[in-house]
Structures are given as structure tokens and as C-alpha cells.
């Protein structure tokens, strides 16, 4: 397989021209601006990135655009399609030629700025996955001040960050797209700095270091054109299988589409049926993972590269009305607004294969047993334990061999132990426990309401009015009087209310805002449908942790009561 050099600046060129695509086995462009941040941090400092895998054919297959649409004419016939390295190629493309990216059908910029102040030598810390890019708006933040103040703090030490708007109005960071515009000279002086300064010089050499990323080399492997693309598959699978680089129902598009030409535009089209979710369920890989479970009866992928064609397709019919009434059922029955909600996306699987199995055809007593069986199996991870798979594959072998809704909540709670909630169950749980996720749906349910407007948690339309969740103690106090992260951000400090609310409240204390804002404007009614205590001196911070046992146990026994409905 020969090898050779290319510049980042010509990876750039070629996508630009339109001369470098994706074969249908990609993905779509996924990288958060986080990471685009690191890998720009990781070239500046010339280190280590990785390789590039392209095939080079005259075949007639199926292919895909770059998330950067082409911007010039192209200079050959060519194909080149890029198998290794499309985020990266995709990213910098964008940050070089100021293009935005497609992301969830609109174009979005992918901003990054650079630090001219930034401490000299190796990065001041390691940079953690899913670290904040602090994008958001510093306003929409509930304790502004001192939000803006710790950020402003921290990110004096970064060398690369996302763009925010308090940044962008410090000349001191650069945009990068810009510094591959403009000179040193028009940068500089626009700052203010002229050849005088004594800090020219120093700015002057870390822009020119930016503008070595266009220099930076990969090593780019390029398959030959007497490949197939049977046979480019299988080396797309064992390149990507070697690493956590893609998920496993990536892969298995991929031998999917050695088979079934148009396959990816198939799957898109069913998602983009779903509006919002679309990105979700294409993200989450349920056309996938539906479709091996109709063709199989099992769920793991590793079986895909062997079914024909025709039993993709019959299977798909099957997967397709699974999902579509799963989906449904989450939104309509369920009142899950969004299946990014769900402790484990694949619990709609299991629901649209109980569907399908019954012809669509359910009665008022099966439709509220699944409803139990949804929200005590999202509530209890039932899906997202190491062994998740196993799990999976045991309640579908249950439904294939006939199983009703009885045996399946039978199975769940072999599994799960309980399906009421201990307060210890809920003491000391944050955001991205699935209880969480679950008292919203509750509070939903039972028409909690907005705290200044009135409206419905379930009728919110509109940016301003996007329902938050929202730290009744307020970050910013707990934070002074010396409380840990872990007791803040506990699910009994947290409220669902309507952005606009969220920022008339900002840091004020409970006993201030609830007393002159909340009360004289919804009654204790708005409070209490969110499990407000009655009892005032409760409002108070020096009465936190009394607060924080009395919600605990609300929420708990609200929960449960709910979940009674279903019996």
C-alpha cells in the first residue's frame, strides 16, 4: 500500500475543490468544537496526529459530501474518497478557510480563538474529554458575575478556546480562521500594537506558529484502484476496529453498504421524518441496531457482514415500523420530549419489537403495562450496564419466543432488584443520573408550571422560554458558604423553569426571590407543583441541608406514585 506526504494546506485545497469525498460507509461530522480546540492545540505544538486513509477508484459507488461544502473548481476526474481522518480534514478545512460546517441540516461556524497571551511552554493542564467549551451565553448563566470572573480566570491559562461573546470583545484572543487571512500587521495594529511594542515580536512569532498548522504533514496511505469496495470495507472495519474511533454500528454500516448501494440515504431519509430527533436517532444508531434485531432476532452487530441483501431489506420494513411507533409512543404516550432523555436509546428497540409482534395492534392494558415497563427500565439504567447488550438480548429473546408485557416486567425486576425509589436512592444523585431525566417527566406530567409565566413546563416555545433546570440555592451561594460541587448540583436543588425566569432569578436567595417574585405572581401553587416545601425558613441557606433531605424525600415519593398509576 504506498504511502506519501500531504501538507494540511492540501488536504484543505482538495476538499475545497470538491477532489476529496466520502464513501457512504462514513459518518456523518461529529466533533464538538472542544475537540477541534485540542486538535488545533495538538498542531500548534507540533505534536503527534494521527494518519490519513484514502481509496483512490474509478468504481461506481455511492458517495458522500464533506461537511464543508466545496468552494473552487475541481482539477481532476478522479476520486478520491478519505476512509481515516474526515473529522480532522473537515475541521481544519473549516477553521483554515473561515467555511462553516453542516450539522444537523444548518451551517454552523466552528469558532476558535487564540491566545497571543498565552503562558509560555507545554499546555498548563491536560485538557479532559467533555471539558466545558464555555459557548454558552455568560448572560444565560444563573450567577453571572462570578461565572464571567471564574471563566475570565481560567481560560488565561488555555491557549486555544471556543468562542464566546465575552471573549471575542478581548483583543487579546485572535479568531483563527482570521490569523490564516490577514498579516501580522493587520492583527497587531488592530489591537493597537505597533513595531514599537515590545510584545510585537512575541505576537508576531505565534501567529506565524499558527500558520505552520497549514505546513504540519500527515502520512496518507492510499488504497489502490484494483480494490474493491467489498474489499475496501473490510480494511475500513479492521483500521477502525483497532481503536474506540468508531461505534459498532459504524462499522456495521459499513459492511451494510458493500451490500446495499444507498443504504446511508435510506436510513437519513426515515430520520429526517422525526424533525428535531433526527440527529439523535442516526447518532444513536437505532436504524442500525433495529435493523440487525429483525434480521437476527438478536442485537449484536457482529453478525451483520453475514446476511444477504434481501434479508437487509425485509428486515428493514420490519425495523422501520419498529421505530416509527417506539418513537411515537416515547413522545405522544410517554411524554418524553426527547429520546437524547433516555438512559439507553435501545429501550425504543425493545418497544417497537413488542409493537411489531402485535401487528401496531395494542390494548389500553398493554399500552400502560409498556409505559411501566419504559419508565422504571430508563429510570433503573436498565440498558447501560457493562454487560447491556446481554440484557438487551435476553428481553428480546423473551419477545421472540412469543413473551408477553407480564413476563417482560417480571424479567426487568429480576434484573433491576426494585422499582420503587429509596430517598437514599435519590440523596447525592447530579444531572446525568436518569432520575433526574425522570422527575422531569413526572413533574411534566402533573403540570408542573413555570415559576413567572405560568406555563406549562409542557408549552414552551421559543428560545427565551427554553426550559432550564435551575439551582434553587443558587451556585453562587452554596459556593460562598463553602458547599461542595456534589451537594449543589444534587437533583434536589433543581427546578425546571423557563430561561427567561432563570434570569430574572439569577443569584438570589430562595426566601428573596420566592417570597417578592414567585408568590405575588404564580401563588404557592407554581411552588409546590415542583415540590417546594410550605414551610419558609426552609427558603433560607442556612437551612440548605434541611432543604436539600426534605426534596430528597419528595421527589422520591413522587416518583413512586406515579409509577403506581401504571399498576
Not at 470572573?149 to 482570521?178: G, M
Not at 446481554?390 to 424479567?411: I, N, R, W
Request: with cysteine; charged share 25%; aromatic share 8%.
Amino acid at each position: 500500500m504506498p504511502k506519501t506526504d500531504i501538507k494540511v494546506s492540501e488536504l484543505v485545497e482538495k476538499v475545497q475543490r470538491g477532489e476529496l469525498r466520502l464513501p457512504e460507509m462514513q459518518r456523518r461530522y461529529v466533533w464538538s468544537a472542544t475537540m477541534v480546540r485540542d486538535l488545533l492545540d495538538s498542531l500548534y505544538r507540533g505534536y503527534p496526529s494521527g494518519t490519513i486513509l484514502v481509496w483512490e477508484t474509478d468504481e461506481d459507488i455511492e458517495t458522500r459530501d464533506l461537511a464543508v461544502a466545496p468552494t473552487r473548481t475541481p482539477t481532476t476526474t478522479g476520486k478520491l474518497l478519505l476512509l481515516d481522518g474526515q473529522q480532522r480534514t473537515t475541521s481544519l478545512t473549516s477553521i483554515l478557510s473561515g467555511e462553516p460546517v453542516w450539522v444537523r441540516n444548518r451551517r454552523k461556524p466552528i469558532e476558535i480563538l487564540f491566545n497571543l497571551d498565552h503562558p509560555a511552554g507545554p499546555p498548563a493542564d491536560a485538557q479532559e474529554f467533555g471539558e466545558p467549551d464555555y459557548s454558552e451565553d455568560i448572560e444565560d448563566m444563573e450567577d453571572e458575575e462570578s461565572a464571567e470572573r471564574d471563566i475570565q480566570e481560567e481560560l488565561k491559562q488555555k491557549t486555544f478556546v471556543v468562542a464566546n461573546k465575552a471573549l471575542k470583545n478581548n483583543p487579546i484572543w485572535v479568531s483563527v480562521s482570521d490569523i490564516f487571512k490577514m498579516t501580522d500587521s493587520q492583527i497587531l495594529r488592530g489591537l493597537g500594537i505597533n513595531s514599537d511594542n515590545p510584545k510585537w515580536d512575541m505576537y508576531a512569532e505565534r501567529l506565524q506558529q499558527v500558520r505552520k498548522i497549514e505546513d504540519y504533514s500527515y502520512v496518507m496511505h492510499v488504497l489502490e484502484k484494483n480494490m474493491s469496495y467489498a474489499e475496501v470495507t473490510d480494511i475500513f472495519v479492521r483500521v477502525n476496529s483497532q481503536g474506540i474511533k468508531l461505534r459498532g454500528s459504524d462499522l456495521a454500516i459499513a459492511q451494510i453498504t458493500s451490500k446495499w448501494k444507498g443504504f446511508m440515504q435510506t436510513i437519513e431519509d426515515f430520520a429526517k421524518e422525526f424533525g428535531d430527533e433526527e440527529n439523535s436517532i442516526l447518532e444513536a444508531g437505532l436504524p442500525i441496531r433495529a435493523l440487525v434485531v429483525f434480521a437476527t432476532h438478536q442485537s449484536r452487530y457482529k453478525t451483520v457482514g453475514k446476511l444477504s441483501l434481501d434479508q437487509m431489506k425485509k428486515a428493514w420494513v420490519q425495523a422501520k415500523e419498529a421505530l416509527e411507533f417506539a418513537i411515537n409512543f416515547a413522545h405522544s404516550n410517554a411524554g418524553i420530549d426527547s429520546i437524547d432523555y433516555l438512559s439507553a436509546p435501545t429501550l425504543l428497540v425493545t418497544i417497537g419489537v413488542y409493537a411489531v409482534l402485535r401487528q401496531g395492534k395494542l390494548t389500553a392494558e398493554e399500552t400502560k403495562m409498556l409505559l411501566r415497563w419504559l419508565y422504571i427500565a430508563h429510570m433503573r439504567a436498565h440498558y447501560t450496564v457493562a454487560s447491556s447488550e446481554s440484557v438487551l438480548d435476553s428481553d428480546l429473546s423473551l419477545l421472540f419466543k412469543g413473551g408477553d408485557l407480564p413476563a417482560l416486567l417480571e424479567q426487568l425486576q429480576l434484573h433491576v432488584r426494585k422499582f420503587e425509589l429509596d430517598p437514599e436512592e435519590v440523596r447525592g444523585k447530579g444531572i446525568r443520573s436518569p432520575i433526574f431525566s425522570m422527575l422531569y417527566i413526572v413533574l411534566k406530567h402533573q403540570g408542573a408550571k413555570d415559576w413567572l409565566s405560568g406555563l406549562d413546563l409542557d408549552h414552551h416555545i421559543g428560545k427565551a422560554h427554553a426550559i432550564q433546570y435551575h439551582h434553587i440555592f443558587p451556585k453562587a451561594l452554596l459556593k460562598k458558604s463553602h458547599y461542595e460541587p456534589k451537594e449543589i448540583n444534587q437533583i434536589a436543588n433543581m427546578a425546571f423553569i423557563g430561561g427567561k425566569t432563570n434570569r430574572h432569578i439569577m443569584d438570589k436567595e430562595p426566601i428573596v426571590y420566592m417570597e417578592n417574585m414567585v408568590l405575588p405572581k404564580q401563588g404557592e401553587g407554581a411552588l409546590h407543583s415542583q415540590l417546594i416545601p410550605s414551610d419558609r425558613s426552609l427558603w433560607r441557606l442556612e437551612n440548605y441541608p434541611q432543604f436539600l433531605e426534605y426534596r430528597t424525600k419528595a421527589i422520591a415519593t413522587c416518583i413512586n406514585e406515579f409509577l403506581r398509576k401504571f399498576n
